[in-house]
């Protein structure tokens, strides 16, 4: 198959998906928000490994860096118990959450 055919798929797919999570959590509350890039910051590959994307160098970086960050939680969480996450009308507002 075309690979890079199926990438753009998913990517397609994240980006669509992400836009419809925005426009329905958005639409709960008063505060309106401006969306965020829907394009996925980290890309796990099987065999190869986590890839972290971004505008620039320094971007991708911090993605993969969340991303590293983000596999040690679940890790830990699965150590002691198992891990949950959370819902995505609860992370709506932490990912939109002004830092002020």
Not at 70 to 79: D, Y
Not at 80 to 90: E, Q, T
């Amino acid at each position: 198959g075309d690979y890079k055919a199926v990438v753009r798929g998913h990517v397609e797919t994240f980006a669509k998906d992400y836009r419809a999570y925005f426009e329905t959590n958005d639409a709960l509350d008063d505060v309106k928000r401006t969306m965020l890039d829907p394009m996925p910051r980290l890309t796990l590959v099987p065999g190869l490994g986590m890839f972290g994307h971004g505008r620039t160098l320094k971007e991708a970086r911090i993605a993969s860096n969340v991303g590293e960050m983000w596999i040690e939680a679940v890790r830990g969480a699965e150590a002691v118990g198992h891990f949950h996450p959370l819902s995505k009308a609860d992370l709506f507002p932490l990912e939109y959450w002004s830092l002020e």
